[in-house]
């Protein structure tokens, strides 16, 4: 059996906010939230991608449009960014991420966007080695901070 990708669509809600808590090892960590999520499928600035083994989903990405861009000082948008991606351990190492980037790629693209951005946390090894692999350029480090008031 191959992998099959497709656009996401509201019928695959279920499906895209079981993954993303497996992505988060069960923790919320606001990703699966299921009014963002249905949203983000209704919104024209943002798509979500999947990957199936069969009838089984085993990988999705989600991808947006931003009109600043947060790579290049002074540049001018759109910008389709890279919001999550995500494929079960046991289908990692088989194409299924890099498929679903240049799915996202074209995406962007056919928006008029002329750069795709994305982002990881500093100390997430694994995914600076994915991004720098499939053609991502490190452009800066950031550290965000916060102040109740």
């Known amino acids: ?25 069960g923790e919320y960590c606001g990703e699966h939230d299921d009014d963002e999520m249905l949203s983000d499928m209704q919104n024209l600035e943002k798509a979500t ?14 991808v947006g449009i931003r ?28 194409g299924i991420a890099q498929a679903l980037v240049a799915m996202c790629e074209d995406w962007a693209r056919k928006h008029g966007c002329v750069e795709l951005g994305s982002d990881c946390d500093l100390d997430n090894d694994g995914s600076l080695a994915f991004h720098l692999k499939v053609g991502f350029n490190e452009t800066h480090r950031l550290i965000h901070f916060s102040k109740k008031l």
């Open 49 to 62: 991608l999947n990957a199936f083994y069969g009838d089984k989903a085993v990988g999705y990405s989600r």
């Open 1 to 25: 059996m191959c992998i099959t990708y497709r656009m996401g669509n509201i019928d695959d809600l279920k499906t895209v906010t079981e993954l993303s808590i497996k992505m988060c090892e």
């Open 67 to 94: 009109h600043e861009s947060i790579w290049t000082e002074g540049a001018v948008g759109p910008w389709g960014h890279l919001e999550t991606i995500f494929v079960l351990s046991d289908y990692q190492k088989q």
